[in-house]
């Protein structure tokens, strides 16, 4: 992912070193509005990526439109992070919010709105330091596979490369897998460093949340031998977005949460039936693995999978449903978070 030369400015002692090294003129005008970076996280900002102009930029969905960040800043000559990883990462989501609430009230950056229909959407984010996600952890999901409720959080990973954008489509590894499966999650978006925090402290750290799916083949997560990462993290096995809504707007224990599969409604449930909610996913993962601003957790699907658990070894599934193909559309709605689609091929 191209990157913006002024993300990599977190502040007086970077941009005095890159002066230094010849980088940049001492006093020059980017220089400036780069040291006047706003450090802490978003606040009511609903935000998105989107591709323009050959490049990742940062989008902000505001009732004038999509506002192209970068535009904007370069407008109003304000500093602004380049995406929403470089937001995430150096906790700059105050220089965000004010270049958006500037441009709300400036003329002079109409242009910098756009239509939403008009966009390309890009990934979420492309860089997380970690992408972790949360096993069994919805009780009915856990119940109609026939295995006990966890008494901790399941966690397993996945890699960068599974990262999907809206819109996108995955490319089925069917060479190697045949039994593909969806998983709508509630994805938690970490803001702050973490370590060993306690639960009733533990949202505090988060910058936001957004749509994800923990797509699957069964086959390879539980055919060789219960190892599910390799059946977890294919390349685009991690569609995310389309939006990252800041984290007060937000109660993540009590949202409803759908999945469709070529229009038919597949999974419907709540984020209150949870076995670990986020404070308890954050805390726990946080006594034993630091969390990093930008990191993402996949909080766990609930019940109406198609896996219906292992018979002889081997992933079966329900009757009524026959495992995902190409040319198959999915739609995963979280209420708050925004509808994400991705399709098959």
């Not at 502040?11 to 509005?33: D, F, P, R």
């Not at 040291?35 to 998105?48: D, F, H, I, N």
């Not at 593909?180 to 370590?195: H, P, Q, S, T």
């Not at 599934?317 to 708050?336: H, M």
């Amino acid at each position: 992912m191209k990157s913006n030369r002024r993300s990599f400015l977190k502040g007086a002692g970077a941009i005095g070193a890159v002066a230094a090294m010849g980088g940049l003129q001492a006093g020059s005008t980017e220089t400036k509005m780069a040291s006047s970076a706003k450090k802490g996280m978003a606040r009511g900002l609903t935000l998105l990526t989107m591709r323009r102009d050959g490049e990742y930029r940062l989008g902000a969905k505001t009732s004038n439109g999509i506002l192209d960040v970068k535009a904007a800043a370069e407008t109003l000559k304000m500093y602004s992070p380049a995406t929403l990883d470089d937001m995430l990462q150096s906790e700059e989501g105050a220089s965000v919010q004010a270049v958006v609430e500037a441009a709300m009230k400036s003329a002079a950056v109409k242009k910098a709105f756009l239509k939403e229909e008009a966009i390309e959407y890009g990934p979420l984010v492309t860089r997380p330091e970690k992408i972790l996600c949360v096993g069994l952890n919805y009780r009915k999901h856990a119940e109609e596979i026939k295995l006990p409720i966890p008494k901790q959080p399941v966690l397993f990973n996945k890699y960068n490369n599974a990262l999907l954008h809206h819109g996108g489509t995955i490319k089925l590894p069917s060479a190697v897998a045949k039994k593909f499966d969806y998983e709508i999650e509630l994805v938690i978006v970490m803001g702050k460093a973490a370590r060993d925090v306690s639960e009733r402290d533990a949202l505090s750290y988060v910058a936001g949340y957004a749509t994800g799916n923990d797509f699957s083949a069964r086959d390879l997560q539980i055919e060789t031998g219960g190892q599910w990462m390799v059946g977890k993290t294919p390349d685009g096995f991690a569609p995310l977005g389309p939006y990252f809504v800041t984290a007060e707007q937000v109660n993540p224990d009590n949202l409803n949460i759908e999945c469709r599969v070529n229009g038919e409604t597949r999974q419907s449930s709540n984020t209150n039936d949870l076995v670990f909610n986020c404070s308890q996913i954050i805390s726990y993962t946080s006594a034993r693995i630091s969390l990093r601003p930008g990191d993402i957790i996949f909080t766990g699907t609930p019940g109406g999978v198609i896996y219906n658990g292992v018979a002889n070894g081997i992933a079966t599934r329900k009757e009524k449903w026959d495992w995902l193909k190409a040319g198959d559309k999915i739609a995963c709605s979280l209420e708050k978070l925004g509808e994400l689609k991705f399709d098959l091929a």
